[in-house]
């Protein structure tokens, strides 16, 4: 049984934040030592934007949410909730969630501010909670906010583990009661391939007063990409059968697909696996790369912009994640 089903909303703002430095492929030609255009060639990213030391999570986090707010006419302080939704924690204590409610100017409101993570998936995870919440009238306005630095632990000795990634931060304003519905919201795990994709440096596990060096060497991203596609791709064709059940919906009937940045083979993947998914499909891993967290809200952001999710249109959230995780959820808008 889908427990969120149905749920009424209405999504009335939201934003997005990019760093200052926009960092070209051939840049990173450059850094690793390749031939110009080589990355491009390679990974189909043309552009990515790299935060610098003063350019936060939470910054950034707080630029997208206060972009959100103004676009939704709303003052902070009519938030009942905010949530951060971020792959990566700007510090293990406290979580983002109030270091951004501090910044957006509510820091001693008493405002519900927590962290949720799935990592790439943790949009989707957060929007489900908080329509959760709305449904037994615990919140009525709420802020979620996915805010990734992946440029601060990437190794560029493994291309296919660092090149491809960005940095960004994008936010949605959400009301509860509105015309918009949440047909269905899945996410599947398979811990078995926890492995393949992490960053094991930062919790409890590693101990940097016991073994600094090897602390260190764990604070890189680490991901085996042929052996990441394979896990998901097999499971992808089942996984999106059993959602689109859920929403009672054809794959055909689906307007708009709002997928996790991953990689351009994965979007092509997902491109093909449904009618017509070229032209449906919010594609803007070229200019912005793997946001990680905030790839899916920031595609989210541009389809809105763009006029894609009219009244009365279906939309497609989907994507794969670490864990390593499926996740979607269909909306009616």
């Known amino acids: 049984m889908n427990a969120t089903r149905g749920i009424g909303f209405r999504l009335v703002g939201s934003g997005i ?123 009525r306005r709420g802020l979620i906010v996915s805010a990734d630095i992946a440029s601060a632990a990437l190794d560029f000795t493994s291309p296919e583990a660092s090149v491809i990634f960005g940095d960004g931060a994008a936010a949605v304003a959400v009301e509860a009661d509105g015309p918009s519905l949440l047909l269905a919201a899945r996410l599947s795990s398979f811990g078995d391939g926890a492995d393949l994709c992490r960053l094991e440096a930062g919790g409890t596990r590693l101990r940097p007063h016991d073994d600094l060096e090897g602390f260190l060497a764990a604070s890189r991203f680490r991901m085996d990409g042929p052996a990441l596609f394979s896990a998901t791709a097999r499971r992808f064709p089942p996984f999106l059968k059993r959602l689109l059940n859920e929403a009672g919906i054809a794959a055909e009937a689906i307007d708009t697909i709002i997928p996790h940045q991953a990689s351009a083979a994965a979007l092509e993947h997902l491109k093909r696996a449904v009618p017509d998914g070229h032209a449906r499909t919010i594609d803007i891993f070229r200019d912005h790369g793997n946001q990680i967290a905030a790839g899916m809200p920031h595609a989210l952001h541009v389809a809105r912009s763009t006029s894609r999710t009219a009244p009365g249109t279906h939309s497609l959230l989907i994507g794969t994640s670490a864990g390593v995780s499926l996740g979607g959820a269909v909306i009616r808008w």
Request: net charge negative; proline share 4%.
């Open 17 to 139: 934040a990019l760093p200052r430095t926009a960092i070209r492929s051939t840049d990173i030609d450059l850094r690793i030592g390749t031939e110009p255009g080589w990355t491009e060639a390679n990974f189909a990213i043309a552009t990515r934007h790299y935060a610098q030391q003063d350019e936060t999570s939470s910054m950034l986090g707080a630029q997208a949410g206060a972009a959100a707010l103004i676009d939704a006419g709303w003052d902070a302080a009519d938030l009942d909730v905010v949530i951060a939704a971020c792959g990566v924690m700007e510090q293990p204590i406290p979580g983002t969630a109030p270091l951004i409610q501090r910044r957006l100017g509510i820091g001693s409101s008493g405002i519900t501010a927590f962290d949720v993570n799935a990592t790439c998936l943790s949009f989707i995870v957060a929007f489900e909670t908080l329509l959760m919440g709305m449904a037994v009238g615990k919140w």
